[in-house]
């Protein structure tokens, strides 16, 4: 921004001038919101919902934290951090197709969700929640990073916002493991046990559905296996600071190797979409 | 659950400039922590560019009692202030 003076930026007319400023951006400003050439639309929905959900559902999870954090600061923590999410959900469902993102979130079955199961995890304790925060936005920020570069110029902008977002969330995250693993025995103990709740869900993250493989090849996409050797490497870095062991717990395979991007998901599933979709199903015509 | 984490006292800075402001304050383990818990607590209405966060045990404040020694000699030296010389009208924050 440029001005005459040096107080023209600070008038009347001047929104910036504000100390505690507005300033609101929309991510999808000025980009082109049509299906790129060569690609299927019935793929972009899926993969769309596949991202989409992983951000909703993890989301829903984060804000079973309000009311229950240890410490107020970090209860509104990760109340930030679940807006956050939610905030790329909603990009993405709305990209997803017409049906609108309020039908998707609220109107689909169990089966029709596609996020990965690590997402849905049961509400634990402290120790949990930052173990599976910290494999979930390191996992997501090297997907979103690379998505920043893909063809659907609609998917590149909400990467391009996600990345900021999540390199937050995986910071906040690690500080937490790093403070509570070489904290106390018992802190020690509980971000340990922590870890190995979530670990038989990591291996699934990075094997890529064949939708993915799909537009990957098209450049729509990322293959989630690319980037294991940098999740590896992160975690790794992390862990070590933490004075903390990788786990070496097996994974949990899914249904006839069907999981979370098939829509096959863990018995709290249930649970959780019956809560997060009571109110619109109560009351389907209600706007608010 | 009662926090016997310190107080810290937090400090922003608008993205126009201007000067640090004391916004609020929160509790934190240590310093680090407590710049994180201020970007969460103060800058989520995107107030901020830069923030300063202080323990509030390190503040030597005024006290209430010195306030006509401290204060109340100033407020009839009015050649101290710059009321003398003609201000345009598009200099804000005179």
């Known amino acids: 921004m440029v001005f005459d003076n040096a107080y023209e930026a600070i008038t009347e007319e001047n929104d910036s001038r504000w100390a505690f400023g507005t300033g609101f951006t929309d991510p999808l400003e000025g980009v082109d919101t049509s299906v790129p050439s060569g690609v299927d639309a019935g793929e972009l929905e899926a993969y769309c919902l596949m991202?989409?959900?992983?951000?909703?559902?993890?989301?829903?999870?984060?804000?079973?934290?309000?009311?229950?954090?240890?410490?107020?600061?970090?209860?509104?923590?990760?109340?930030?951090?679940?807006?956050?999410?939610?905030?790329?959900?909603?990009?993405?469902?709305?990209?997803?197709?017409?049906?609108?993102?309020?039908?998707?979130?609220?109107?689909?079955?169990?089966?029709?969700?596609?996020?990965?199961?690590?997402?849905?995890?049961?509400?634990?304790?402290?120790?949990?929640?930052?173990?599976?925060?910290?494999?979930?936005?390191?996992?997501?920020?090297?997907?979103?990073r690379r998505l920043t570069e893909s063809r659907d110029p609609v998917l590149a902008a909400i990467a391009a916002k996600g990345v900021k977002e999540v390199t937050y969330h995986r910071d906040y995250a690690a500080q937490w493991t790093v403070r509570l693993g070489d904290g106390t025995d018992h802190s020690r103990e509980r971000m340990a046990a922590g870890?190995?709740?979530?670990?038989?869900?990591?291996?699934?993250?990075?094997?890529?559905?064949?939708?993915?493989?799909?537009?990957?090849?098209?450049?729509?996409?990322?293959n989630p296996a690319e980037s294991r050797a940098e999740f590896d490497e992160v975690l790794a870095?992390?862990?070590?600071?933490?004075?903390?062991?990788v786990p070496e717990v097996p994974g949990i395979p899914g249904v006839s190797g069907r999981t979370g991007r098939d829509g096959v998901h863990t018995e709290s599933m249930g649970y959780l979409l019956a809560e997060l979709q009571s109110v619109a199903r109560a009351d389907p015509e209600a706007t608010w | 659950?009662?926090?016997?984490?310190?107080?810290?006292?937090?400090?922003?800075?608008?993205?126009?400039?201007?000067?640090?402001?004391?916004?609020?304050?929160?509790?934190?383990?240590?310093?680090?922590?407590?710049?994180?818990?201020?970007?969460?607590?103060?800058?989520?209405?995107?107030?901020?560019?830069?923030?300063?966060?202080?323990?509030?045990?390190?503040?030597?404040?005024?006290?209430?009692?010195?306030?006509?020694?401290?204060?109340?000699?100033?407020?009839?030296?009015?050649?101290?202030?710059?009321?003398?010389?003609?201000?345009?009208d598009d200099v804000p924050h005179m």
């Open chain 1, 195 to 222: 870890l190995a709740t979530g670990w038989p869900y990591v291996d699934e993250l990075f094997t890529p559905h064949e939708i993915e493989v799909s537009l990957a090849a098209s450049g729509v996409a990322v």
């Open chain 1, 51 to 144: 991202l989409g959900d992983d951000a909703l559902v993890f989301s829903h999870r984060l804000q079973e934290w309000c009311t229950n954090a240890p410490e107020l600061e970090d209860e509104v923590a990760i109340a930030n951090i679940a807006l956050d999410l939610l905030g790329q959900a909603r990009l993405l469902l709305a990209r997803a197709g017409e049906r609108g993102e309020d039908s998707y979130a609220f109107f689909r079955g169990e089966h029709e969700f596609r996020n990965v199961r690590l997402a849905e995890l049961p509400h634990g304790d402290f120790g949990e929640l930052i173990a599976a925060l910290l494999v979930f936005s390191t996992w997501r920020l090297a997907l979103l």
């Open chain 2, 1 to 88: 659950m009662r926090s016997d984490w310190p107080l810290y006292e937090v400090f922003v800075r608008g993205k126009r400039g201007l000067n640090h402001v004391h916004v609020g304050s929160l509790h934190a383990a240590d310093d680090e922590m407590a710049l994180h818990h201020a970007r969460d607590l103060y800058t989520r209405r995107n107030e901020g560019v830069s923030i300063w966060v202080v323990k509030a045990a390190d503040i030597t404040a005024s006290s209430p009692d010195e306030k006509d020694p401290f204060f109340a000699p100033s407020a009839d030296k009015v050649y101290r202030h710059p009321t003398f010389y003609d201000i345009p």
């Open chain 1, 237 to 245: 870095q992390v862990l070590r600071a933490a004075t903390l062991d």
